[in-house]
């Protein structure tokens, strides 16, 4: 029964020490073509700060009425949300809209809900509408957030 329980923990250890590949899970066009997007700090803190480090190229600037939402699925089943207007999450960042298209690279920040799960692998879509109507970009990864010290 111990070495059952030791293999069950070392999963998880493997699991929360995992790293994450995001990748493009838009239907159509975007207003954006990614070419990198991380975490920090990973993994993921609940009730902290992430901050997420996208590039790429911008079709069209990012202008104001733009969303951002977050949904983590685990076993197809809805763990996580939250959403948000995304100039205020640019601009809380030091970074406002409108972003003109020669801008090639952002760091935002967002909470991370403390009700968010911890250790297990949450497929996680983050999903960016642009304030003109269309998808700026659309990015899936199985990500593990874990309790940290504050």
Same mark, same amino acid.
């Given at each position: 029964?111990? *070495?059952?329980? +030791? $293999? +069950?923990?070392?999963?998880?250890? +493997?699991?929360?020490?995992? =790293?994450?590949?995001? @990748?493009?899970?838009? /239907?159509?066009?975007?207003?954006?073509?990614?070419?990198? *997007?991380?975490?920090? %700090?990973?993994?993921?803190?609940?009730? =902290?700060?992430?901050?997420?480090? $996208? /590039?790429?190229?911008?079709?069209?600037?990012?202008?104001?009425?733009?969303?951002?939402?977050?949904? #983590?699925?685990?076993?197809?089943?809805?763990?996580?949300?939250?959403?948000?207007? &995304?100039?205020?999450?640019?601009?809380?960042?030091?970074? %406002?809209?409108?972003?003109?298209? /020669?801008?090639?690279?952002? @760091? +935002?920040?967002? &909470?991370?809900?403390?009700?968010?799960?911890?250790?297990?692998?949450?497929?996680?879509?983050?999903?960016?509408?642009?304030?003109? #109507?269309?998808? &700026?970009?659309? =990015?899936?990864?199985?990500?593990?957030?874990?309790?940290?010290?504050?």
């Amino acid at each position: 029964m111990k *070495f059952f329980a +030791a $293999i +069950a923990a070392l999963a998880v250890a +493997a699991v929360a020490n995992a =790293q994450y590949t995001f @990748t493009n899970c838009a /239907t159509g066009a975007t207003d954006m073509t990614v070419t990198g *997007f991380t975490l920090n %700090p990973y993994p993921l803190c609940a009730g =902290q700060n992430v901050c997420a480090t $996208i /590039t790429g190229t911008l079709s069209n600037p990012v202008t104001s009425g733009g969303s951002l939402s977050v949904i #983590g699925r685990y076993l197809n089943k809805i763990v996580y949300t939250d959403s948000f207007d &995304l100039c205020t999450v640019l601009s809380d960042s030091g970074v %406002p809209c409108p972003i003109a298209t /020669t801008v090639t690279s952002v @760091t +935002a920040c967002i &909470l991370v809900k403390d009700t968010a799960p911890v250790g297990i692998p949450v497929v996680l879509n983050i999903l960016a509408n642009n304030g003109n #109507g269309h998808v &700026l970009f659309n =990015q899936c990864a199985t990500v593990t957030a874990a309790n940290c010290p504050a």
